[in-house]
């Protein structure tokens, strides 16, 4: 996939493209990222890149024309049909399902905003889908990008090996992750429960499910109403 990253900042993006899985990806050649600072379109002296507001207020808002430009280069690399995704906290909320469909993508254009973000009328015009990381403010969307391409380049294929499986992730059944354990198998005086190391390895699944059903119940009952659950999760949840 390759992805075009609008920002002021395009030096954050080593936290994705130089370390651990996403990082991976990178090297393999699975993802590529290329950046378009917007100081870079602009003319004046000191590279503007804010303006003021219109109604006035504190704050400022990303000045139009190197936004206008940086996009216009963006899609003259990547061709007219890569996605303008625009990160903000009015976006739409970032979920797996979401994930999976942007990793079928063969391009992107990821736009993060600064200051109060952008003009309302590029993201009439210029923006083809608005998403939100969650129900919170940070002071950029760089960070709220980077969440975005590591969520999609796991999901790359090829990109994790079959240890580390994205099928085996929380959510990718709409369900929490059940608990992991590794040595000592002592901690404390808490054990390893006992099914974990028996070896049956039908029963190590069936209690993995339940934990994750169990746990899904009890800290995410809102997960619960999204999915259908098959006969047998249904069965366990009834225990
Ligand atoms: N930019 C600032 N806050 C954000 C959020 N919660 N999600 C996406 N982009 C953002």
Redesign the pocket.
């Known amino acids: 996939m390759q992805l075009s990253v609008i920002s002021l900042f395009p030096e954050m993006f080593a936290a994705v493209t130089e370390y651990g899985v996403t990082g991976r990806a990178v090297k393999q050649g699975k993802l590529s990222l290329n950046y378009h600072n917007p100081r870079e379109f602009t003319s004046d002296k000191h590279q503007t890149v804010d303006d003021r507001p219109y109604g006035g207020g504190p704050g400022m808002v990303m000045k139009v024309s190197p936004l206008l430009e940086a996009i216009k280069v963006a899609k003259q690399q990547l061709g007219d049909d890569a996605k303008v995704i625009y990160?903000?906290?009015q976006?739409q909320k970032?979920n797996q399902h979401a994930l999976g469909q942007m990793a079928k993508r063969k391009s992107m254009i990821l736009l993060?905003?600064r200051y109060e973000?952008i003009d309302e009328r590029l993201v009439e015009q210029e923006i083809d889908e608005e998403?939100?990381?969650?129900?919170?403010?940070?002071?950029?969307?760089e960070?709220?990008?980077m969440?975005m391409i590591d969520g999609i380049a796991r999901l790359l294929p090829g990109v994790l090996g079959d240890a580390e499986s994205a099928e085996q992730d929380s959510f990718m059944s709409g369900l929490l992750d059940h608990p992991h354990y590794t040595r000592p198998e002592e901690l404390n005086g808490q054990t390893v429960p006992a099914v974990l190391l028996g070896g049956n390895h039908e029963a190590i699944r069936q209690w993995r499910l339940k934990q994750s059903l169990g746990r899904t119940w009890l800290r995410r009952p809102d997960l619960l109403e999204l999915i259908t659950l098959t006969t047998e999760q249904a069965a366990l949840l009834e225990e």
Do not use: K, Q
Request: no cysteine; aromatic share 8%.
């Open positions: 990160l903000s906290p976006g970032l993060a905003g973000g998403w939100s990381i969650g129900d919170y403010v940070l002071s950029g969307g960070l709220a990008a969440v």
